[in-house]
């Protein structure tokens, strides 16, 4: 389905194929048809997401990643303005859960800096984008002179202890922000046999990195959708260069502004922030000073569900259709997706999300009939789908004019109503086994009026002041989120739901994956 092709390799086009050029709707990418009318249901190839440009830290891993579609599935290549693509140190691999074609680079150098180009191909077309490679090189380097003026045995020498350096500073800023239980894996990784004398020396430079710095905060959630982590430190030379590593590529940031990624300062306080987390954003952040990382947190984030998916709208001509959905995590935003085409705010989609970024909407304005089809809300790896009927207006006065919408209220007879319900179960827990280690998202729907007022309990013990538990309820849809299950975690869990007018309570049963226990969620009142 992939592989790497010489620098500059391209398909030779049959005699007789036409080159008819197509524009992508993604910037920077160039298509080619092969025909001059596609069979039904086929597509020349194209990206939906492209390979990005990247400014990596020599050493690193560097991996450049596209979505692409195409009937039939297209072949997809690899190669570099100049020289070629070495097999044995490029590994090409096609991610199946996430639908991306990647191109991993393991400890780049400098001579990788080039322009890529990734292919597409199949039988109807193809198509082609570039994508920059820069490189940081970093640390004292000797000129080219110098070490040709060698013997190879010293260079070889040389080069022998520069990567036994790399490896021995990479196993200890692993180490530094590993778990005590990770421990063993690391050194059986790093080949170090000597545990005894690897605990001693962890002290000794945690002590060292201690009087560097103080009050660290691993980076954690925030409720308006956001992320942070904060550190104290003195900085011996206030010019001293800050740089923060994603997965060992640098993140660009904005000091005191409103951006994508932060960071702030006040006094010695540093606060890292993301401004409106995605799942992208989860991976192993680094803070570096002046060449040397100081502080490492890992960041995972729980998957997002829909707790409310989008239905099927029917609407008439030149009428606005609405899709809603509710997730169970706020994010400030999300992918909405109509006939295959990622929708963008603007004339004709109108995008919102609620203040508490749990709701998020979908406005088709206007519609015409070639707006009927699928629309889908997208969060990750999650989705969801629902249909856009678009019915026809056979009314010619009112073309070009948008159809006013017509509310009626119908009066029942007048009786004595009374609105008020005690609380209710629409959806009850459902029960949990979840291999340690893994997050869990328990959830149900409750109703009633007044609101019930909801609280959490495992084994009896009230849960909605502890912090270690992640709990929302939004619309009546209740959630709790665990970010890390572990032993102790296993148990009961309970929700009792309460209003002047009764009480109800909905109970199952969280198991860590290796326990023997068998449960089924109830419902009692």
Known sequence: ???????????????????????????????????????????????????IALTIQEGKLAIFRAVITGNPTPTVTWVRNSGELNEENNKIVFDSIAGEYQL????????QADTYKCFARNEYGKAVVTAALNIIEVGFKKSRAMQESRTGTQVDIEVKEDKKTEIDNKFWEV??????????????QYGVTDFRGMLKKLSERKLEREKEICNLKPIELKADGGAEFELEMSLKDPKSKIFIFKDGIMIPFEVDTEVKHGLKQVGKKFVFSINGVDPDDAGLYQVEVDGIKIFSTDFKLPPVEFLVKINDVKAEEREDAVFDCVLSQPMKKIKWMGKNN??????????????DMLIHSLVVKDCLLLDKGIYAAV???????????????????????????????????????????????????????IPES????????????????????????????????????????????????????SGDYTVIAENPLGRMECSTKLVVKGKNTHSNAVVTS
Request: hydrophobic share 30%; net charge positive.
């Open 175 to 188: 180490l530094m922000s590993a778990e005590k239980k990770d421990y063993e894996a690391i050194c059986a």
């Open 1 to 51: 389905m992939f592989k790497i092709r010489k620098a500059k390799e391209e398909e030779p086009t049959a005699s007789g194929q036409v080159k008819i050029k197509k524009r992508s709707r993604v910037p920077g990418v160039m298509i080619t048809q092969y025909v001059e009318e596609l069979p039904e249901g086929m597509s020349t190839p194209d990206f939906t997401r492209k390979p």
């Open 379 to 433: 969060t990750g790896l999650n989705s969801c789908n629902a249909w856009l009927v678009v019915e026809a207006d056979n009314d010619p006065n009112a073309s070009r004019k948008k159809k006013a919408q017509t509310f009626s209220l119908n009066h029942p007879a007048t009786k004595n109503c009374c609105f008020e319900t005690p609380p209710s179960f629409s959806v009850p827990l459902k029960m949990h086994k």
């Open 342 to 355: 990622t929708l963008e705010q603007g004339e004709k989609y109108d995008i919102t999300v609620s203040e």
């Open 438 to 489: 893994y997050e869990c998202n328990m959830s149900c729907a409750v109703t009633g009026n007044p609101k019930p007022h909801v609280t959490w309990y495992r084994n009896n013990i009230s849960l909605n002041t502890n912090t270690n538990y992640y709990i929302t309820n939004t619309c009546g849809v209740c959630s709790m989120v665990i970010l890390k299950v572990g032993p102790k975690d």
């Open 104 to 111: 991993q680079m393991p400890d780049v150098s400098a001579d």
